[in-house]
């Protein structure tokens, strides 16, 4: 509780900033797009990880009015971005937590936000987990299409994890999955792990969509994703999350 209401005034505090990590195209190492990843600073608490504070503001709705802030906030932050190496414009990705699928207006707030930034819809990803959409199908079907006709890329994050994957991905409408990290740590050890991006992999291909592996730690890990034909990748190994000059300056420097 004590969390709950340090969290209420936190973003007014300037407590919240947004990190931004770094997502490349496997074939060619290019910078192509950035997560968006919440942190709070509390002034005495110090660092709080968003595996606690997420949790305190889904439990607790406080969510409802954070979501839109963080949306609105990265549209504005990628209007700033220059083009990668490629001259490609590079797109955002921003966490959809639960609760905001189910309560909010999520097709009314990305209208919003792509309104009043300018950002074109195409560059605006979001981050959908794998066990809320399919949790709700049938309202989770109507507001996908509901999206995509806002014109924004769908993505289901911490796929593999909700044990519902594979078949599902049929019946839901959305752009790419992400593998969840807890694979990619594992698959050079574990051979049910490698089995398993392998086929997600195969999978997401054949149905069209777009394949992220996130977590990736070690050159070796992305040299088995890469070898599988993975799209995209995420993490230490690539680039850690940056603040918002940071991620302007890499771009700056790689062109
Ligand atoms: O940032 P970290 O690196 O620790 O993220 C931990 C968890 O918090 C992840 O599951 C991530 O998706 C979630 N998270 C981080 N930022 C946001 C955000 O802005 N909104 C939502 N809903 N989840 C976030
Ligand atoms: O659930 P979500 O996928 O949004 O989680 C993103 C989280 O993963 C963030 O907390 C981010 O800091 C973290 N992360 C990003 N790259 C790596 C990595 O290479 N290793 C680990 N352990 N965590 C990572
Ligand atoms: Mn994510
Ligand atoms: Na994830």
Redesign the pocket.
């Known amino acids: 509780l004590y969390l709950e209401q340090e969290l209420r005034g936190a973003w007014d505090r300037g407590e919240l900033r947004l990190v931004y990590q770094p997502i490349f195209r496997t074939r060619d190492h290019m910078l192509v797009g950035a997560e968006?990843?919440?942190r709070w600073n509390h002034p005495t608490l110090g660092s709080i990880?968003?595996?606690v504070f997420?949790d305190v503001a889904e439990q607790s709705g406080l969510?409802q009015a954070l979501?839109p802030k963080?949306l609105h906030a990265a549209c504005e932050q990628a209007m700033q971005w220059p083009r990668n190496a490629a001259g490609e414009e590079v797109f955002i990705s921003v966490?959809?937590?639960p609760r905001q699928l189910r309560n909010g207006d999520l097709v009314g707030e990305v209208e919003t936000s792509l309104h009043t930034s300018g950002l074109a819809a195409s560059r605006l990803h979001l981050e959908l987990t794998e066990t809320a959409v399919i949790g709700d199908e049938i309202l989770a079907v109507t507001l996908l299409e509901k999206l995509h006709r806002a014109g924004v890329r769908v993505w289901l994050?911490d796929f593999g994890t909700g044990f519902s994957g594979l078949s599902h991905l049929r019946q839901v409408p959305v752009d790419g999955v992400k593998i969840d990290r807890s694979f990619v740590a594992d698959m050079e050890r574990d051979p049910d792990d490698l089995a398993l991006t392998t086929a997600i992999i195969a999978m997401a291909h054949a149905l069209g969509i777009t394949v992220v592996a996130e977590g990736v730690e070690q050159r070796a890990q992305f040299e088995l994703l890469s070898q599988r034909g993975c799209d995209l990748v995420q993490g230490y190994w690539l680039g850690r999350p940056l603040n918002a000059d940071a991620l302007v300056q890499l771009l700056e420097h790689d062109t």
């Open positions: 968006v990843l919440l990880p968003p595996s997420i969510i979501g963080v966490n959809v937590s994050d």
